[in-house]
């Protein structure tokens, strides 16, 4: 026998045992639209498709921990389905959440087991260990391999430190390289069908970010545990070494879901709820939680006018915010940094007295927030708390954390279980993207992790064209404290950055409109009382707006150019919110959300000069069914709310 024929039949062997030793599963959504298709070798690989058109090519994951036997031998697979309906304590976009699937459980020899869920609008995977011992995870890979046009808005990073408040680029998916880090979540256009990563049930274990593979698609890569930590500020604490593992398990423990998200609309991406749905479920009564909007202080710097006493951090301003509060029926104040020695939580302010402020508070049916260094509060977070719920307070605002490896996203728990404890509501500033919290944890009512309002005090990042982005992408994560409400409100060419009194780009109806299409059961006015005191026809419309939303329906959306919602509040009134970027535009709402009857649409609408002043505004009412198509004009920059009521 030649050479040439032994290599010929060596070869043939050789695919033979692969394909014997590779086995393939397939895992369909309910509605058969999307497919899951898994194959074990050496990796796990997997690819899905919709309607039979790839969205993610052949990608590897893998799990290693330095306890487990190498090989990916199956022992048993189970597939199985799940349909409930689940009843969030605190509503976001609706008051109920379906939660379907079809699942393939595998358990592997080695200790492993992998789970996948396939729903009519995502699928997800996790990893989950069932072994008593403790062990380390030394390694992680996902990788998602898109098809040669894919593109992706990119929220960019320089290093694991991070506040995670990003502008997103656009990037066709293979000029991705290896040196772009990116935080979560991602999305992904690939063909009209739109593909956003990110995770939920972050417990324990590093967040999950991505670079580029060299691929045409992305690779997860993780903080490693610390190894070597300094504090550089009263805020900041410094990852200067990490080990070669990314975290250490004492036992049994389900690994975080990996989400792709898929939408074959763009409006589909506003009404995915894969996020909450996966997130583990609540322990105790949450029944206490109190959602609302909240008058903040820390945006202009307490700086009101108009009054008798001297403006600043003192009481006199705070009862002043209180009594505005309670005027317009909001049910908290926030006392964001200063009240406290940013170094000691017991050390109040000199013209500060807290507990004379909650029992004022009270008195008005107001409640109050304090804000606290996350280094602070973890030296005296027992103590705190415990003062702080004598004092009356009902929630905490715990800021510059900017890490998510599994030190502090440990801590991030600590403090949830710690609040919950003392029936403390909390709002996790400096923080990474929410990831199924307010399931899990219902008093975490919102987190920041968005280049949100508060940069406007002082550069112009903060436009239409981000402002129309960020619900396709951060907010389909969970809820987001950007802090809308600018009263200020200029066009591109008249913007300055005044951080003692801020200015926002965009149309007055563009910052109203915030408060339907933005999701935060903590929802912040972020302007002084001194500008809304003023604006008697526009604390109409933020008087009532709620925070939280019987069900959420969008009536247009194109991501980075316009979105517009219709969501019902618990007063069964319809709050109707849209948003254009920088172009112009007219739209079509469609009122056949509306049940029989006529209905009374009170409107708040740009104004005929608002392109060239972006506080101009109109008002006006209108009578609709659901029978009504309304055209609307939105200027550039521009927004358009309405109250809907039965008649």
């Given at each position: 026998m030649t050479n040439k024929k032994i290599t010929i039949i060596l070869f043939i062997l050789v695919l033979c045992i692969t394909s014997y030793a590779q086995k393939k599963y397939i895992l369909g959504s309910p509605d058969k639209t999307i497919k899951?298709?898994?194959?074990?070798?050496?990796?796990?690989?997997?690819?899905?498709?919709?309607?039979?058109?790839?969205?993610?090519?052949?990608?590897?994951?893998?799990?290693?921990?330095?306890?487990?036997?190498?090989?990916?031998?199956?022992?048993?697979?189970?597939q199985t389905k799940g349909s409930q309906v689940l009843n969030p304590v605190v509503w976001q976009k609706s008051k109920s959440v379906v939660d379907q699937y079809n699942q393939l459980h595998i358990d592997f020899a080695n200790g492993l087991s992998l789970e996948w869920r396939a729903y009519d609008n995502g699928v997800a995977w996790r990893w989950v260990n069932e072994s008593n011992l403790a062990y380390k995870v030394l390694d992680e890979k996902a990788s998602i391999n898109f098809p040669e046009y894919a593109k992706s808005w990119y929220p960019e990073e320089q290093s694991f430190f991070s506040h995670n408040e990003r502008a997103y680029k656009k990037y066709t998916v293979s000029d991705i390289t290896t040196k772009k880090l990116a935080s979560l979540?991602?999305?992904?256009?690939?063909?009209?069908?739109?593909?956003?990563?990110?995770?939920?049930?972050?417990?324990?274990?590093?967040?999950?970010?991505?670079?580029?593979?060299?691929?045409?698609?992305?690779?997860?890569?993780?903080?490693?545990?610390?190894?070597?930590?300094?504090?550089?500020?009263?805020?900041?604490?410094?990852?200067?070494?990490?080990?070669?593992?990314?975290?250490?398990?004492?036992?049994?423990?389900?690994?975080?879901?990996?989400?792709?998200?898929?939408?074959?609309?763009?409006?589909?991406?506003?009404?995915?709820?894969?996020?909450?749905?996966?997130?583990?479920?609540?322990?105790?009564?949450?029944?206490?939680?109190?959602?609302?909007?909240?008058?903040?202080?820390?945006?202009?710097?307490?700086?009101?006018?108009?009054?008798?006493?001297?403006?600043?951090?003192?009481?006199?301003?705070?009862?002043?915010?209180?009594?505005?509060?309670?005027?317009?029926?909001?049910?908290?104040?926030?006392?964001?940094?200063?009240?406290?020695?940013?170094?000691?939580?017991?050390?109040?302010?000199?013209?500060?007295?807290?507990?004379?402020?909650?029992?004022?508070?009270?008195?008005?049916?107001?409640?109050?927030?304090?804000?606290?260094?996350?280094?602070?509060?973890?030296?005296?977070?027992?103590?705190?708390?415990?003062?702080f719920e004598k004092w009356g307070i009902k929630g905490i605002k715990v800021d510059f954390m900017q890490r998510d490896d599994q030190d502090m996203v440990n801590y991030y728990e600590k403090v949830a279980k710690a609040a919950a404890k003392r029936k403390l509501l909390v709002d996790f500033h400096g923080a990474y993207k929410p990831t199924g919290w307010s399931r899990t944890y219902p008093n975490v009512m919102s987190s920041e992790g968005v280049l949100g309002n508060e940069i406007s005090k002082f550069v112009g990042s903060i436009d239409p064209a981000h402002t129309t982005t960020l619900p396709f992408i951060r907010m389909a994560a969970g809820p987001m404290d950007f802090t809308p409400g600018g009263m200020l409100n200029v066009q591109k060419n008249a913007f300055a950055g005044i951080p003692s009194e801020p200015m926002t780009l965009g149309t007055r109806c563009n910052q109203m409109a915030m408060y339907v299409v933005f999701e935060s059961p903590l929802q912040m006015l972020c302007d002084m009382p001194t500008h809304y005191l003023r604006e008697p026809e526009c604390m109409e419309f933020i008087k009532a707006v709620p925070a939280v939303w019987q069900q959420s329906i969008p009536l247009a959306a194109s991501v980075g150019e316009y979105v517009a919602f219709a969501r019902e509040g618990a007063d069964h009134k319809w709050y109707i919110g849209a948003m254009t970027n920088w172009t112009a535009r007219e739209m079509v709402l469609d009122f056949s959300f509306?049940?029989?009857?006529?209905?009374?649409?009170?409107?708040?609408?740009?104004?005929?000069?608002?392109?060239r002043n972006a506080k101009d505004f109109k008002m006006e009412t209108i009578n609709v069914t659901k029978n009504s198509r309304l055209n609307i004009n939105l200027t550039t920059g521009g927004g358009w709310v309405g109250i809907v009521s039965k008649k």
């Open positions: 899951v298709e898994l194959v074990l070798a050496d990796s796990v690989y997997y690819q899905v498709a919709q309607n039979g058109k790839s969205l993610v090519k052949r990608s590897a994951i893998f799990f290693k921990t330095d306890k487990q036997a190498n090989g990916w031998k199956i022992n048993k697979t189970l979540p991602v999305l992904f256009d690939v063909g009209q069908t739109k593909v956003l990563l990110t995770e939920s049930s972050l417990f324990n274990y590093a967040g999950l970010w991505v670079t580029g593979n060299g691929k045409g698609g992305v690779q997860a890569v993780f903080p490693h545990y610390p190894k070597v930590k300094k504090i550089t500020s009263d805020r900041d604490e410094q990852v200067s070494e990490r080990t070669d593992f990314i975290a250490k398990i004492d036992g049994k423990q389900d690994f975080p879901w990996r989400i792709l998200m898929i939408a074959r609309n763009d409006v589909d991406l506003l009404t995915n709820q894969l996020p909450y749905i996966l997130g583990r479920p609540a322990e105790g009564d949450y029944s206490w939680v109190r959602a609302g909007k909240v008058q903040w202080d820390w945006w202009h710097y307490n700086n009101i006018y108009g009054v008798d006493f001297r403006a600043g951090i003192n009481n006199d301003t705070y009862k002043y915010y209180v009594d505005f509060a309670a005027k317009y029926g909001i049910e908290y104040v926030l006392l964001d940094e200063g009240w406290c020695d940013t170094r000691d939580l017991m050390k109040q302010a000199r013209d500060i007295d807290v507990e004379e402020l909650a029992r004022y508070a009270k008195s008005k049916n107001v409640d109050l927030i304090l804000w606290a260094s996350w280094l602070v509060l973890d030296k005296q977070l027992d103590q705190a708390l415990d003062v509306l049940g029989d009857g006529e209905y009374t649409a009170q409107v708040w609408k740009d104004g005929i000069n608002a392109d």
